[in-house]
């Protein structure tokens, strides 16, 4: 999203700066040669000394120079859309060098969508200082806002020559939808039960979180059928499963390709699911993964670690997440999962629905 950062220094002249220098350059050496003055020797002495010393000046600094891009810390790494957040940019000089005019270009951009923007900073430096600019900031997209400086440049004193130099600023910060009042949400009567993603992905049919053994009962699963104890049985062994397991809800998120619709879809369902998880025990966020080509697993029985599932999403742009085969590929990885709910987009309108193996 962001262009490299230069490996080492470079220089650039300016010729409109260069041009007019050496026209007083020359002028004081027709002078010189016109009126005979001691004053034109001078003169031509700290001209000609002048410019090997501006540069070197500027040459030095851009070797002394830090800087860091911070935010405001009473807003963390979490803030919520619309929010305004504090971002500074600070530049170090510790040495006694200083320059008039500096330039930093600044890429601000959303690393989730993959949209950048680049700005000029305009800031002097002075000798043993320090300075500091500060950008208020209103955010209004999701996703993970970065701010990123890879290079500066430095005016020498005369502005004949341009350093162009390297660095390494970066800040970074998430924002979320708002959070609004929850209220416990009903699930949809045709989910027949909670979904165990943990038996889907263990191996065999052996599973370690069951509370109880006992004998089969008209009703109970075929894939509860512990098949290795009923072997030895007279009768058919089930396994009871543990409680969070079989209160564990699956919940796919189906993210669109389009910025819009995706934007739409995780601000109302993040505000669904929040409102799923005020009635429920706990429940996990499965979202699509092109780069790994699986699923990635959230597992959130809280609001904090709900925040957490979403920022981890933002850390990816968003069509490493988008797939219109999402649906098949959860019938190729979790066979043994009945049904899930799937956090979809439908005729403009996001819906939680329930999804059934069949």
Request: net charge negative; hydrophobic share 40%.
């Amino acid at each position: 999203m962001f262009t490299q950062a230069a490996t080492q220094k470079k220089v650039r002249l300016s010729i409109l700066h260069a041009a007019a220098f050496l026209f007083i350059y020359l002028g004081n050496i027709l002078l010189f040669l016109s009126l005979r003055g001691y004053f034109f020797i001078i003169m031509g002495v700290i001209l000609t000394t002048l410019v090997p010393l501006s540069f070197l000046t500027a040459w030095k600094l851009a070797d002394s120079l830090t800087g860091t891009i911070f935010t405001d810390k009473n807003t963390g790494d979490v803030i919520r859309q619309e929010d305004d957040i504090c971002v500074n940019f600070l530049i170090d000089n510790p040495s006694m060098l200083c320059a008039l005019r500096g330039t930093w270009m600044l890429a601000v951009g959303n690393a989730f969508y993959g949209t950048s923007d680049t700005q000029k900073l305009l800031l002097s430096v002075p000798p043993r200082g320090k300075k500091q600019f500060q950008m208020t900031v209103t955010v209004t997209d999701l996703g993970q806002i970065v701010f990123v400086c890879q290079e500066f440049v430095l005016a020498d004193l005369l502005g004949i020559f341009m350093i162009h130099a390297p660095c390494n600023m970066q800040c970074s910060f998430f924002v979320l939808p708002k959070q609004k009042n929850a209220k416990e949400s009903v699930l949809p009567d045709t989910y027949s039960g909670a979904a165990e993603l943990s038996e889907s992905q263990q191996k065999g049919s052996d599973y370690s979180e069951v509370t109880d053994i006992r004998t089969y009962q008209p009703g109970d699963r075929p894939r509860d059928i512990h098949w290795k104890l009923s072997a030895r049985q007279p009768e058919l062994m089930v396994k009871e499963r543990t409680a969070l397991a079989g209160s564990e809800l699956i919940v796919l998120i189906a993210l669109p390709p389009e910025k819009p619709n995706a934007e739409k879809l995780l601000t109302e369902g993040y505000h669904k699911i929040r409102d799923l998880m005020k009635g429920q025990t706990a429940l996990r966020l499965l979202i699509w993964d092109n780069r790994a080509f699986s699923f990635a697993s959230h597992s959130c029985a809280s609001e904090k670690e709900l925040d957490a599932a979403f920022c981890a999403i933002f850390r990816t742009d968003l069509q490493s997440h988008s797939s219109n085969m999402v649906q098949q590929y959860m019938k190729n990885y979790y066979p043994q999962l009945d049904s899930y709910l799937c956090l979809m987009q439908e005729d403009d309108s996001v819906q939680l629905e329930v999804c059934v193996h069949g």
